[in-house]
């Protein structure tokens, strides 16, 4: 069967199936997000005995038939608890990030020499969420597992997909903040683009054995992948060793997201530029050791892995490709509130990026394929990120800071072979490639704001509004010369965005979202090419499904 073929079958068939597949879950807890507690939990079995942890005090004695939802009575939860009294946080999903997403639900399931296999809508949804919960996968793999969502010697299979029209207009032809960021969406000769695209097509495989071990697998297609990248990947695969009901410490080992920063974004369908300047997710194995106490809401993180090139920020460079050198650390503090509202406050540190030198060929083919510049500008450029977030059952707020600790080498005013304007030389006779001879201080950073809010509709279920900023800062105020002599500049830009997403089921969400640009800076040769007055709009309507 030709490739062509075989992946239009593979995309429709996971289409099919998350749009259509039979399934009741209900959501649940959450770093990030005290939540309110459901009125009904599911029954998961393996080998037909296994009672969900919350719904044991009041099952127990009872005769409970082998597969269905029995509705508790409300008066039995009245707090946030598991079997063994830990305080974990049980119900809807309000937060944005953390160990959020678990859930109680009745789950069509079957047993396969005495494993569970079973579908979670609402697990799917967070670990599946390509806009939030962008660093917390591990805690809520542990979450869901520590309130019963996921069934001893259990695995839970989940899909999801995100989908739809992608349309800009710009200022200046062939200068798209967003579409340019795929190259083959983008035509270089006109000012406005649309295309229908898949912008993610996942499956996701969560298996939990024994006490203390769990494991996820997630394969991935999308069509907006950066150059150089396959549209098939395995996005994730990692083990957590880990049991929350008995001990406050983790550990989680292999292609995961790293542990720094926040990142979560608000708006329907755009990654927010501090998503786009700063996510950190591995390509080659980390380890992560972690500390979360359920009683404080206090979240500790420690992460190494290889200093060579990841999928997206962490680069220590290529020399480091066999070396442990790259690090992260993160530290988080979640206050919660009677009324199901919570406040957290968090701070990480990563300790090299891809903004250590000049050379702008960030994928692995490029790097290994074409020559750095000829003065090419190399230091260790660490990041830094503080955030703090209010959530509660209608409304969500988040301030986030992130920024390099050096100059980004690429930033700074240089001719096409790397060397600096001699007006950012110190002393002319040191030497051209030392950051400390360059008098040149801008640090990459930016700075995102977002507000949702989340009436409740007649349905039962919270329509998000959303507005989301973005202020980035990348170089100085200086006027380069393009490729083709055109004058560039590339001092700052921005990126704000308005949508609704609408909530049809657990299993599908429709969403428009409206994005305004301004200031066109790839960060592949930003030197050659930007322009910060570019103004552009985009438009993006699709929709969100998942089992």
Request: no cysteine; glycine share 10%; charged share 15%.
């Amino acid at each position: 069967m030709a490739p062509k073929t075989t992946k239009t079958l593979l995309l429709a068939g996971i289409a099919a199936i998350a749009v259509s597949t039979p399934i009741f879950a209900y959501n649940g807890l959450g770093l990030r997000g005290v939540q309110q507690v459901p009125q009904g939990y599911g029954m998961q079995y393996a080998g037909g005995t296994y009672v969900a942890p919350q719904a044991q005090a009041y099952y127990a004695g009872h005769n409970v038939p082998s597969t269905h939802q029995i509705p508790a009575p409300q008066a039995i939860y009245t707090g946030s608890y598991v079997q063994t009294g830990a305080q974990i946080p049980v119900g809807n999903y309000t937060g944005a990030l953390g160990l959020r997403g678990a859930s109680q639900a009745f789950n069509p399931s079957f047993n396969v020499g005495g494993t569970t296999v079973t579908t979670n809508v609402k697990h799917t949804r967070r670990m599946l969420d390509w806009q939030e919960n962008t660093t917390g996968k591990t805690l809520t793999l542990l979450a869901n597992r520590a309130n019963g969502t996921l069934a001893p010697n259990s695995l839970t299979i989940g899909g999801a997909m995100k989908a739809g029209l992608m349309w800009q207009t710009t200022s200046q032809a062939g200068a798209f903040p967003i579409l340019s960021r795929f190259p083959d969406f983008t035509p270089g000769t006109e000012t406005s683009s649309g295309v229908f695209a898949i912008n993610n097509a996942a499956l996701a495989f969560t298996g939990n054995f024994g006490d203390w071990t769990s494991f996820y697998l997630q394969p991935e297609y999308s069509e907006t992948e950066f150059f150089g990248q396959s549209e098939f990947q395995l996005r994730k695969a990692f083990v957590v060793f880990g049991n929350l009901e008995k001990s406050p410490f983790y550990a989680a080992f292999g292609r995961k997201t790293i542990d720094f920063g926040n990142f979560d974004g608000y708006n329907a369908f755009t990654q927010t530029e501090a998503q786009h300047y700063f996510w950190a997710a591995s390509d080659q194995p980390v380890l992560e050791l972690g500390y979360y106490n359920m009683y404080s809401g206090l979240k500790l993180s420690a992460t190494a892995f290889s200093g060579g090139r990841q999928l997206r920020t962490a680069y220590a460079g290529a020399e480091n490709e066999n070396t442990i050198a790259n690090f992260a650390a993160s530290i988080e503090k979640e206050f919660r509130f009677d009324n199901g509202s919570a406040f957290t406050v968090g701070s990480s540190y990563l300790h090299d990026t891809i903004y250590r030198n000049n050379f702008t060929a960030h994928t692995f083919g490029l790097i290994g394929s074409l020559p750095p510049p000829t003065n090419f500008i190399s230091y260790r450029n660490g990041a830094v990120n503080a955030f703090a977030e209010f959530n509660s059952p209608s409304w969500d707020m988040m301030v986030e800071y992130t920024t390099s600790l050096k100059p980004w080498g690429a930033a700074i005013p240089q001719d096409v072979d790397g060397f600096v304007d001699p007006a950012y030389i110190i002393d002319p006779l040191g030497a051209p490639d030392d950051i400390n001879n360059i008098n040149f201080d801008q640090k990459l950073n930016v700075l995102t704001a977002q507000v949702r809010y989340k009436p409740l509709l007649p349905n039962g279920r919270r329509l998000q509004l959303a507005a989301v900023g973005s202020w980035g800062n990348i170089g100085d105020d200086f006027v380069g010369v393009g490729n083709a002599g055109q004058p560039t500049t590339w001092e700052k830009n921005q990126q704000h965005a308005l949508s609704v997403q609408y909530p049809v089921s657990d299993y599908l969400d429709f969403g428009v979202e409206y994005v305004y640009n301004k200031g066109f800076i790839p960060f592949v040769a930003p030197q050659l090419v930007s322009n910060d007055d570019v103004t552009a709009h985009a438009v993006n309507v699709g929709f969100k499904a998942r089992f």
